[in-house]
């Protein structure tokens, strides 16, 4: 048993033991090329959240993940056979709800730990935030943690070099051959500025890629998985281990 893992943890090892910081994976439920699992995301948000959480716990810091979310926003992806979609209100009335156990428990420091990109804590924490002055809200998108470029090269953001590698790594027995793999192609929208990113419509997902990738899977190896994976939740564990220790109304002066 992790004691840092709730899902795992038991009530008399749990009932005395401080908690200074909770940790929400949350990830989605969606179709990843032909030969990546649906439940990707979610098992990427349980090894990110578990591995970071192993460091910061061996490290002191009180730390407790909470069951990883299932399912994301996939409002684009509305016509992907069983892709499930949670709007953004109803991510919002699930955040309130656990954020409400938390500050009535004296826990008062959340992290939010993404792992889809159609997924955006922000708004949703602004509103919390006003709701709840006493707690500290943080989220973190495991993507972003360490510098993708420094392992792989092939650019992509869905089903890509970077989580097929995760994959081989994390669980070889769910991906397919990747000769069974398609290219994910990814078709840019015909307006210049959504092109340069200074504008933005969400991605029609159908119309933007044939095998629902978006970025090439072939260069993956079970190697950079492992390498990423471990930069990213090192970087995550000291995020928590500051988030831990820093005092909620005096934490500004870095
Ligand atoms: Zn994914």
Redesign the pocket.
């Known amino acids: 048993m992790r004691p840092y893992i709730l899902a795992e943890t038991n009530w008399k090892a749990l009932k005395d033991q401080q908690v200074d910081l909770a940790v929400l994976p949350w990830g989605?439920t969606?179709a990843?090329n032909y030969h990546l699992p649906y439940a990707?995301?979610v098992i990427?948000a349980d090894a990110i959240a578990a591995a970071s959480a192993k460091i910061a716990w061996d490290n002191g810091t009180k730390v407790m993940v909470l069951p990883t979310i299932p399912f994301g926003v996939n409002t684009g992806q509305a016509d992907i056979k069983l892709d499930i979609n949670l709007n953004p209100s109803t991510q919002l009335a699930i955040l309130d709800d656990i954020v409400a156990v938390l500050s009535r428990q004296g826990i008062k420091k959340l992290l939010v730990l993404n792992?889809?990109?159609g997924n955006d804590f922000k708004p949703m924490l602004r509103e919390l935030g006003l709701r709840y002055p006493d707690m500290f809200l943080v989220s973190c998108f495991w993507i972003q943690a360490a510098d993708r470029k420094q392992f792989f090269e092939a650019p992509g953001d869905?089903?890509d070099e970077m989580?097929t590698s995760l994959l081989l790594y994390l669980r070889p027995d769910l991906v397919l051959p990747l000769e069974e793999a398609g290219e994910g192609k990814e078709r840019k929208s015909k307006i210049k500025g959504i092109r340069e990113g200074w504008a933005w419509s969400e991605r029609q997902w159908s119309m933007v890629t044939e095998d629902t990738g978006v970025g090439n899977p072939k260069a993956a190896t079970e190697e950079k998985g492992k390498a990423f994976l471990e930069a990213a939740a090192h970087n995550i564990a000291n995020l928590y281990t500051e988030i831990a220790q820093v005092t909620i109304h005096d934490r500004y002066g870095g």
Request: aromatic fraction near 0%; proline fraction near 0%.
């Open positions: 989605a969606e990843h990707t995301d990427e792992s889809h990109g869905h089903a989580e």
